[in-house]
T-cell receptor, first 115, second 116 residues
Framework: AQSVSQHNHHVILSEAASLELGCNYSYGGTVNLFWYVQYPGQHLQLLLKYFSGDPLVKGIKGFEAEFIKSKFSFNLRKPSVQWSDTAEYFCAVNLLSGGYNKLIFGAGTRLAVHP | GAGVSQSPSNKVTEKGKDVELRCDPISGHTALYWYRQSLGQGLEFLIYFQGNSAPDKSGLPSDRFSAERTGGSVSTLTIQRTQQEDSAVYLC??????????????FGPGTRLTVL
């Protein structure tokens, strides 16, 4: 079955530290890739997305992610985190064959940024 | 409205009762999705609508769960004879449709269901 793995369940960083959250998926066909963020008490918001083209995508709030097809990965990065980045981050894959049109989510990574 | 709306925001019910959860998608979005977010299971897909039909119901956990969509807009998720394991946040999302950027899903705030 198709799955999405996020390697870090909890990450604690100090402000200005660099962030990289890993995401791998298991599906050999065409995919769309997403990172969503859920701030405390808020609903899921889209951080960035990959549909096609340049594998390095830029999102909101200084986040970026790189799609590496050979590694089935879509890791999220930010060079310098802020306290306001404290949230839960979800990687998601949308399968694009066989009539599928649903997001398969990773388990999420809770990020805590200390001032 | 500007975004996906869901009602109620919170629902507390007793085991064995039926509940209905409502979703209003973004105007013009033909695709609508239900997901469930729970502590033990993370975010799980439940059902997907394209217009009023549901080509993918594969995520519904049991026959106690059903959903319908009318007029290509509002959707209702119904859970019959609720059980404690149904306690979760039920999320609705909508997208313009299928293909390319049409796949981008916009999420509502969710309905937090607690079954006592």
């Amino acid at each position: 079955a198709q799955s999405v793995s996020q390697h870090n369940h909890h990450v604690i960083l100090s402000e200005a530290a660099s962030l990289e959250l890993g995401c791998n998926y298991s599906y050999g066909g065409t995919v769309n890739l997403f990172w969503y963020v859920q701030y405390p008490g808020q609903h899921l918001q889209l951080l960035l997305k990959y549909f096609s083209g340049d594998p390095l995508v830029k999102g909101i709030k200084g986040f970026e992610a790189e799609f590496i097809k050979s590694k089935f990965s879509f890791n999220l990065r930010k060079p310098s985190v802020q306290w306001s980045d404290t949230a839960e981050y979800f990687c998601a894959v949308n399968l694009l064959s066989g009539g599928y049109n649903k997001l398969i989510f990773g388990a999420g990574t809770r990020l805590a940024v200390h001032p | 409205g500007a975004g996906v709306s869901q009602s109620p925001s919170n629902k507390v019910t007793e085991k064995g009762k039926d509940v209905e959860l409502r979703c209003d998608p973004i105007s013009g979005h033909t695709a609508l999705y239900w997901y469930r977010q729970s502590l033990g299971q993370g975010l799980e897909f439940l059902i997907y609508f394209q217009g009023n039909s549901a080509p993918d119901k594969s995520g519904l956990p049991s026959d106690r769960f059903s959903a319908e969509r009318t007029g290509g807009s509002v959707s209702t998720l119904t859970i019959q004879r609720t059980q404690q394991e149904d306690s979760a946040v039920y999320l609705c999302a909508s997208s313009l449709g299928m293909g390319g950027s049409y796949n981008e899903q916009f999420f509502g705030p969710g309905t937090r269901l607690t079954v006592l």
